[in-house]
């Protein structure tokens, strides 16, 4: 196979696969959660700025996330809180191989903010490409949990103007995600000549 069918079959095979489908306590070996940030850290961005900021959990630092995520959801909360989803935040973590959260540094004084969230979100994709290459590996990006919650940004290092993304889970793959779909491209483009 060459390189571009190589490229378009990884792009079209990429599936997000959820913490209920991955096999516990099997844990991805550090070098292959580099080797992504690493692919990661080649995503475009206007100026240079490089705007992604990761932090990673495995390990102990499994619980120590968990603990803290909840503890912020339960405390800043207010009037959406959920018992079950403060719960949930307990278990999800320590369900996965590795954890990582997602922050975007700004350059307000450089750049729109639109141009930095693609440019996170690119480093994101570059993320799911490379896991989407290794047998029985998998994951999923998700803004849910504490991703909105200001407070919370300080956990991640992350400064007043920067933005919490949310977070990327992974683990060893137990059960494949179903193949995807999608819509005619015809249908979404408009080509002028």
Known sequence: MNKSELINEL????????????????TIPDAIIW????NANWAPSHKLTEPWQFTVFTGNGLQKLAEQQAEIYKKFAGAKFKQNKYEQMLVTPQQCSHVIAIGCKRHKDQLPEMEEVAAVACAVQNIYLTISSYDNIGGYWSTGGITFIEEAKALFGLGHDDMLMGFFYLGYVKVPSVSGKRNSIQEKVTWVN
């Open 35 to 38: 080797q992504a940030l690493e």
């Open 11 to 26: 792009i079209r095979t990429r599936r997000s696969v959820f913490t209920q489908q991955f096999e516990p306590g099997k």
